[in-house]
């Protein structure tokens, strides 16, 4: 079976450092054509703007020819088809499969079938490992290290899949973790357990305000609608946090706001002009984050 | 229960396998984890016979049947203290002891209803492991847990 990031388990710490390693290259130089011979599938199960666009631009960077869907609607899922038939028949054309899925597990078991390496882009809430990757590279970006990094996580820890992920992963760097959440959306027990059990400090609060100035990394993210079943319960936690400008003050001068987007209310837009705000190039190192992937898993880099 | 003389609510058997000490609420899911339907030999069933252990308790009898160490731990997942005793000429020559098993295969569905495995004809596969003490199994595919007490049994047709 070829090598495949379904999971951020998937890969060692060594790896990880490797492909964050060969994201730096990549942005540095960013033209490579390495894969000109190549052809990438982007299987969007689910539609998801973002993720695609950002697979597809690293892909065409690269030099490969992309096909796929943005939407299964018109594909023959639609007549039926099994996971296992679709993944069977598009490895059989390319080099390389991209897929989201709206259900868990969906990515792993296309691994399994595959002949080819796949990356998940996502399975429903389970895994988004990308994410999480350009999230270690921005981190390592912003403050020269990846090691002793104190960190706020801010809104949503219960659902956000990648809270979850990036605090997994962090864990191999020894941080200090502050958990900013109402009741409702707390990090789930399990995640507070892994943590106890590895010896790494956190806290809770509800109060984002008297928990910005000591963190080197404040990452908000956004309440999901999708995930709740009770229209009520959203209602009451969506406008919980909103970060504007005048709360970053005295906020350390090294400290960054990250946000996987898209954004809604939890992040003003006087934060944009601000030198803490770094949101945006992050999402542009996803670029660099997934030729990196793409270029490890295909054996080139 | 089956010793000195006392009464056998059940008959006994010459050869084969004794599975007692079963919860009766869990016999169904037992015999379905083994599948006994399919099984020709000959079997018998009891169930809510009184028990100092259980209050109540079932038991299963199969004659001439002897099962294999990986197929008999999967009743672990159910009735994780049932005894096996293995009777060879109406004598018990073996008494065993369950282990959860490390990895489950089958039989075991996935209680997240959003797991691939509930949606496309896939085999569930889970690792075990224990959270207080409850018995939780890990969904290799959604890498959610499933506790023990919503344990569903995949019942095949």
Known sequence: ?301 | MEKGGKELKVSAIKNGTVLDHIPTSQLFKVISILGLKDCGNQMTFGMNLDSKLLGKKAIIKVADRFFEETEINKVALVAPDAKINIIRDFEVVEKKVLHVPDEITGIVKCANPKCITNHQPITTKFTTTYEDSTLKLHCHYCEKNTSSDNLKIITEN
Not at chain 1, 58 to 64: E, M, P
Request: proline residues 4%; contains cysteine; aromatic residues 8%.
């Open chain 1, 1 to 301: 079976m070829p090598k495949s990031l379904i999971s951020i388990h998937d890969f060692t710490k060594e790896e990880m450092l490797h492909v964050l390693d060969v994201a730096q290259e990549f942005e540095r130089n960013k033209v490579q054509t390495l894969l000109h011979d190549k052809v990438i599938a982007t299987l969007f199960f689910e539609p998801s703007t973002r993720t695609r666009l950002s697979f597809e631009t690293a892909s065409n960077r690269l030099g490969a020819r992309v096909i796929g869907f943005s939407d299964a609607g018109n594909t023959s899922v639609s007549k039926g088809e099994t996971l296992k038939d679709t993944i069977k028949m598009v490895s059989n054309y390319v080099d390389l499969i991209v897929m989201r899925h709206p259900l868990e597990g969906a990515a792993r078991y296309a691994s399994e079938v595959a002949s080819v390496p796949v990356i998940n882009a996502g399975d429903g809430a389970n895994q988004h490992p990308s994410q999480t990757m350009l999230d270690l590279y921005t981190i390592r970006q912003t403050q020269g290290r990846l090691t002793d990094i104190k960190i706020n996580m801010v809104g949503d820890l219960k659902y956000g899949r990648t809270v979850h992920s990036l605090l997994q992963a962090l864990s191999h760097f020894n941080p200090d973790f502050t958990f900013t959440a109402p009741d409702e959306l707390k990090m789930p027990q399990e995640y507070k357990d892994f943590l106890n059990a590895k010896g790494i400090p956190f806290k809770e609060t509800r109060e984002l305000e008297g928990n910005i100035d000591d963190c080197d990394i404040l990452y908000m993210t956004r309440v999901q609608q999708e995930r709740f079943t009770d229209p009520m319960e959203y209602e009451k936690v969506k406008n919980t946090y909103n970060l504007t400008a005048s709360m970053l003050g005295s906020a350390k001068e090294n400290m960054k706001i990250l946000h996987p987007l898209p954004r809604i209310t939890e992040i003003a837009q006087d934060v944009d002009d601000t030198p803490h705000a770094y949101y945006f190039k992050q999402a542009e190192n996803g670029v660099y984050v997934r030729m990196a992937i793409i270029a490890y898993l295909l054996g080139y880099k």
